[in-house]
């Protein structure tokens, strides 16, 4: 029988391109979401479908889904510092409540649940690369910690219910990661870099921009997901590009392929904004078969002519 999937955030940047995915590979599909940051243009190409169900729905909140679920993908949650700084209680909630009320729909439904974390579990880390045996250096009660500490407290419910309830959990430690679809107003590096330099204005550059990211396409980190989730694994897992890139490289690299002039401007480095990030991907490579294959640069030029047509496009179709 065809297997039945809810992912939660599914209009969101990563939710939406799950949701493809696990359509192509033959799933049916219910993507759950508030709308919060997410958008149902990142989904209205597959409206009609009949293996696909869109359900608006706040997963802080009771969750019901008729039928039998075979996964819960948890994706739902603001995912930018502009996001979880103006909204930190909703960032909180969903990452508690909602973690906890997708977990008891797994439990009773019986089906397997994997966990979107992130890589700020790791906060502005004193180990690099970042393998999963770090236990992270966090400021709780900082600007950042509403995002970083829903994130922790996700993952240990998560443990806990695996081992509590026996639920077939997987925990993706998600590093950054871009492509189309991105909000044109997510406030991250690489779409405030792209958006800026398509209009031509100044490019912002917080801090001289010596800090360092990993860059990971949409594309590669999905097949992760989708690895990890047929995966026997239950401890969390490293998902991203262990190529290590300045903020300032990414910001000019993005200035030349638009072919911008802009100025680069440097402003205050937010607090607590990690100095350096960079994923340990041994266990990934290992026990998933898996690694990013999308050059860098492919993924930009791609995701510089997504944002481009939407720019291009009326104010109604922008997202």
Request: with cysteine; glycine share 10%.
């Given at each position: 029988?065809?297997?039945?999937?809810?992912?939660?955030?599914?209009?969101?940047?990563?939710?939406?391109?799950?949701?493809?995915?696990?359509?192509?590979?033959?799933?049916?599909?219910?993507?759950?979401?508030?709308?919060?940051?997410?958008?149902?243009?990142?989904?209205?190409?597959?409206?009609?479908?009949?293996?696909?169900?869109?359900?608006?729905?706040?997963?802080?909140?009771?969750?019901?889904?008729?039928?039998?679920?075979?996964?819960?993908?948890h994706f739902a949650s603001p995912a930018s510092p502009r996001d979880y700084h103006e909204m930190p209680i909703q960032t909180l909630k969903v990452g508690s409540l909602g973690t906890h009320k997708a977990l008891g729909l797994a439990l009773a439904k019986?089906?397997?649940?994997?966990?979107?974390?992130?890589?700020?579990?790791?906060?502005?880390?004193?180990?690099?690369?970042?393998?999963?045996?770090?236990?992270?250096?966090?400021?709780?009660?900082?600007?950042?910690?509403?995002?970083?500490?829903?994130?922790?407290?996700?993952?240990?419910?998560?443990?806990?219910?695996?081992?509590?309830?026996?639920?077939?959990?997987?925990?993706?430690?998600?590093?950054?990661?871009?492509?189309?679809?991105?909000?044109?107003?997510?406030?991250?590096?690489?779409?405030?870099?792209?958006?800026?330099?398509?209009?031509?204005?100044?490019?912002?550059?917080?801090?001289?921009g010596s800090q360092t990211r990993s860059f990971c396409y949409v594309d590669d980190l999905v097949d992760g997901i989708v690895r990890l989730l047929e995966s026997s694994v239950h401890e969390p897992v490293n998902l991203g590009n262990p190529e290590e890139w300045t903020v300032r490289r990414m910001a000019e690299t993005i200035r030349d392929l638009v072919g911008s002039a802009a100025p680069i401007v440097e402003h205050p480095l937010p607090e607590d904004d990690p100095k350096v990030r960079q994923p340990e991907i041994r266990l990934a490579q290992s026990v998933l078969g898996w690694s990013p294959r999308t050059a860098i640069d492919d993924g930009l030029r791609r995701t510089i002519e997504d944002f481009r047509a939407r720019l291009d496009a009326p104010q109604a179709s922008r997202a």
């Open positions: 029988m065809q297997r039945r999937a809810l992912v939660t955030g599914g209009s969101g940047f990563l939710g939406s391109h799950l949701c493809d995915r696990l359509l192509a590979d033959g799933w049916q599909v219910v993507a759950m979401d508030n709308l919060l940051t997410g958008s149902t243009s990142n989904i209205a190409h597959l409206a009609g479908r009949r293996d696909f169900v869109f359900i608006h729905h706040d997963v802080t909140n009771f969750i019901f889904v008729d039928g039998p679920i075979d996964a819960v993908l019986g089906s397997r649940f994997l966990l979107a974390s992130t890589s700020e579990v790791y906060g502005d880390p004193l180990i690099h690369p970042q393998p999963e045996s770090y236990w992270g250096h966090v400021n709780p009660i900082g600007p950042r910690g509403v995002y970083d500490e829903a994130k922790r407290f996700a993952e240990a419910i998560t443990m806990a219910y695996h081992r509590t309830h026996g639920v077939d959990t997987k925990i993706a430690r998600i590093f950054n990661t871009f492509g189309p679809r991105m909000r044109l107003d997510d406030g991250r590096a690489i779409p405030n870099f792209m958006l800026q330099a398509l209009r031509g204005q100044p490019i912002t550059l917080f801090g001289d």
